[in-house]
């Protein structure tokens, strides 16, 4: 059947309509400051008119200007922390969920706040004593100093907890019955059973290093292991800002991300909708 | 073999005991139900043979070795269970057969004894699908198989058919029955349902509040029911109880009623008792007492009729068609051989 537009539902429609071109208003602006000349990017703001957001040149210099300075070189240590922390973060968070789910053991609620609080935790509160130690362990400038802080992921691991705490007792029942062990139970029955819940964790992870920018400023602060987060930085130094580079950064910085979420969105919200029942 | 021995069985969680030594000897190829109200342990007892659950005290021994301490894996039972715990991620083929390739049997040999359970259960066609492509019963018929190819020496059942329809569960109720007949695996099978237990058991344990009240074959229970519980769990519909006192042979009911008894030992006592009737013992007779009826239930083969003595409800099932309504008042009157007699303080049964 056919749905007749009513004059109600179309007010509705166009509401609806300008609140998604609010949310997508900045990221449009990006997009195209990042395809202006340097000049023009805030030539056309005031007084507001049509040039502020039609462009009326449109140009690649900023961004073969970005890949051929150092930034190709940050992106990639951005992907390989993020990538490195995803699977690295995996196979601590679900193991340790699913014993926190599914295991009973001395401590577990114990275990189980204190992961809690650890991230209601600001980053920032810990990021200097944590420096020490890293400093200690000799780890500054390296990618081991920019992937070990965010392998134990709290949120991720909640998230997985409650995934796995919806998959019925029977079947682990059935599974010991079967002949299997805690770990075959884990790697047999629950994994594979979790997968939107696993993408959800990896995502959660992947945008904490991918977005980490007071840490990484820490303890990776040179030319070769800066991150692309730092890198868009220093596109604004005390004497030069250019904001055609910090826009065309800008623009990569969001995309990547945004692919991989597209990507991957289906299994994200139905995780974090139905964390529950499951039959 | 097969045999399974619990003995003096107690568990607990913290200060709460809930069961209170229980000691039942199962026979090698013996299909033993355990019945009884919810909350009775029969499921728990169930787990603790199972290693699902610890066990406080006692032992539980499968095929002569004490399991007491022994992981779920490492006793030789299979287990199905209520919500049929099929691995929705695996084909029906790789649930049956899973439990063999952790076992480390080769590839071929678990394809041939999957292939072997599928025909008995018929389930061949279904081999490639997945759980959610099948129905209830057929689910049921998945988990009984990925009991089965295993040999174990033991089946353990919890509550298999309660998640299926009324006829679905007849049905499968005579397959497991048949399957056991054909394989002959001990087999200990909870339910709370008495028609599954008269139907299927070779011998039947029933519970009450982590007690076994009686432990017989399915005739022995009907006919020579322990006490009150057993008599009035026993039996569709059950039955009549019917306090009053008995003097010299003679039982008058509470409200006057005069009931004949057999003559025997057992009715020469005296004092307070409770007389059961099951509700095929009565039948129509114009020199009994008089009830009045409540309500009456055609089912066509046989009319069941709830009618009151007194104070008391008592049901009747009669062969006649009966044309009377709410209201009227029939005779009737029991077989006297066929009485019970249970002792109103103990509510144990009155050997005779």
């Known amino acids: 059947m056919r749905e007749t537009i009513t004059p109600r539902r179309a007010l509705q429609m166009v509401v609806i309509a300008a609140i998604a071109l609010t949310f997508l208003l900045p990221l449009y602006w990006l997009t195209i400051s990042a395809l202006r000349p340097e000049e023009d990017i805030f030539r056309y703001l005031n007084p507001f008119g049509p040039w502020t957001l039609l462009p009326n040149r449109l140009t690649f210099e900023n961004i073969t200007e970005l890949w051929s300075g150092s930034f190709s070189r940050a992106i990639a240590n951005s992907l390989v922390v993020a990538l490195v922390t995803v699977i690295a973060g995996l196979m601590v968070c679900a193991p340790a969920a699913f014993a926190l789910a599914v295991i009973d053991f001395p401590g577990r609620s114990a275990i189980f706040t204190a992961m809690i609080v650890s991230f209601l935790i600001p980053f920032d509160a810990i990021a200097v004593p944590l420096y020490s130690i890293m400093r200690g362990f000799n780890l500054q400038n390296s990618y081991a100093g920019l992937i070990l802080p965010g392998i134990g992921n709290g949120l991720a691991i909640f998230l997985l907890r409650q995934f796995f705490q919806g998959i019925p007792k029977d079947l682990r029942e059935a599974a010991m019955v079967d002949g299997m062990g805690w770990f075959q139970i884990f790697w047999n029955i629950y994994l594979p059973l979790s997968k939107p819940a696993l993408i959800s964790a990896a995502l959660i ?17 040179s030319n070769d292991m800066k991150v692309a987060a730092v890198a868009l930085a220093q596109f604004s130094s005390a004497y030069n800002v250019s904001f055609g580079l910090i826009f065309a950064g800008a623009m990569f910085l969001s995309l990547i991300p945004m692919l991989i979420f597209v990507f991957f969105q289906q299994y994200f919200t139905n995780s974090v909708a139905a964390t529950g029942s499951k039959e | 073999m097969g045999a399974v021995t619990i003995s003096n069985v107690r568990k607990a969680y913290g200060s709460v005991e809930i069961l209170h030594g229980v000691s039942i000897d199962i026979a090698d190829g ?7 109200p919810s909350g009775c342990g029969k499921s728990t007892l169930l787990r603790m043979i199972a290693g699902l659950e610890d066990i406080t005290a006692g032992e539980i021994s499968i095929g002569g070795r004490v399991v007491n301490r022994l992981a779920p894996k490492d006793r030789d039972i299979a287990m199905v269970f209520q919500s049929y715990a099929l691995y929705p991620h695996m084909t029906v083929e790789q649930n049956m057969g ?29 081999l490639g699908r997945y759980p959610r492509n099948l129905s209830g019963g057929q689910r049921q018929r998945v988990a009984m198989g990925r009991a089965i190819v295993r040999s174990p020496s033991a089946f353990l059942f919890d509550e298999p058919l309660s998640n299926l329809d009324a006829k679905l569960r007849v049905q499968m109720r005579s397959e497991i029955k048949q399957l056991h007949q054909r394989i002959g695996t001990t087999t200990v099978y909870v339910t709370h349902d008495q028609i599954e237990a008269m139907t299927m058991a070779d011998r039947i344990v029933v519970m009450r509040d982590g007690n076994i009240e009686q432990i017989g074959t399915p005739l022995e229970l009907y006919d020579q029911p322990a006490n009150q519980f057993v008599a009035g769990f026993i039996g569709s519909p059950s039955m009549n109880f019917i306090s009053g006192t008995l003097d010299g042979g003679r039982f008058t009911a509470d409200g006057g009623t005069v009931i004949a008894l057999a003559s025997g030992p057992a009715s020469a006592a005296s004092g307070p008792v409770t007389i059961g009737i099951r509700p095929e013992h009565l039948r129509l007779d114009p020199a009994g007492f008089p009830v009045e009826i409540v309500t009456t239930e055609p089912t066509g083969a046989e009319t069941h009729i709830l009618a009151r003595l ?15 309504v709410p209201g009227d008042i029939i005779r009737i009157s029991a077989e006297p051989g066929h009485i019970h007699l249970f002792d109103s303080k103990t509510a144990l049964r009155i050997i005779g």
């Open chain 1, 205 to 221: 992870m992947f945008i904490f290093q991918w977005q980490a920018y007071l840490w990484p400023l820490l303890i990776a602060p």
């Open chain 2, 30 to 36: 013996e299909f033993v139900v355990l019945v009884g």
């Open chain 2, 98 to 126: 899973f439990s063999l390739k952790l076992q480390g049997v080769s590839a071929a040999e678990v394809k041939q004894r999957v292939a072997g359970a599928a025909t008995i259960l018929g389930l061949t066609s279904y």
């Open chain 2, 310 to 324: 007194g104070e008391t409800e008592i049901v009747g099932t009669f062969r006649d068609r009966l044309a009377c």
